[in-house]
């Protein structure tokens, strides 16, 4: 049973950073592609990145693409999110999870693993 553990969420200002990762445990953490997803209160679970595992090759959701960067070590089996300049619409429970397979998708449906999430807020 694979199990996801998400850290480095927090309380910050217009324009910080914070970093979150995600610590893979139980399971096989490679040939599987890692994503993370956010929820805001009162909205559903949307996509913000993903990594795969072979060559690293990332995917990003427009509303974060050039401010996010998603990063995996894979002999840590850990996976990052660096968010940088947050807006306060980015203040969502951020959630680590492992896709289904190696490839690529945007879908809760595309991941069977799943963090318990952490929470950022961006106040302005």
């Known amino acids: 049973q694979v199990q996801l553990v998400e850290s480095g969420g927090g309380l910050v200002q217009v324009g910080e950073s914070l970093r979150l990762s995600c610590a893979a445990s139980g399971g096989i953490f490679g040939n599987y592609i890692m994503g993370w997803f956010r929820q805001a209160p009162g909205k559903k679970r949307d996509f913000v990145a993903a990594?795969?595992?072979?060559?690293?090759?990332?995917y990003y959701a427009n509303s974060v693409k050039g401010r996010f960067t998603i990063s995996r070590d894979n002999a840590k089996n850990t996976v990052y999110l660096q968010m940088n300049s947050l807006k306060p619409e980015d203040t969502a429970v951020y959630f680590c999870?492992?896709?289904?397979?190696?490839?690529?998708?945007?879908?809760?449906?595309?991941?069977?693993?799943w963090g318990q999430g952490t929470q950022v807020t961006v106040s302005s």
């Open positions: 990594i795969e595992y072979s060559d690293g090759t990332t």
């Open positions: 999870a492992q896709g289904t397979t190696w490839i690529h998708g945007s879908s809760e449906l595309d991941y069977n693993y």
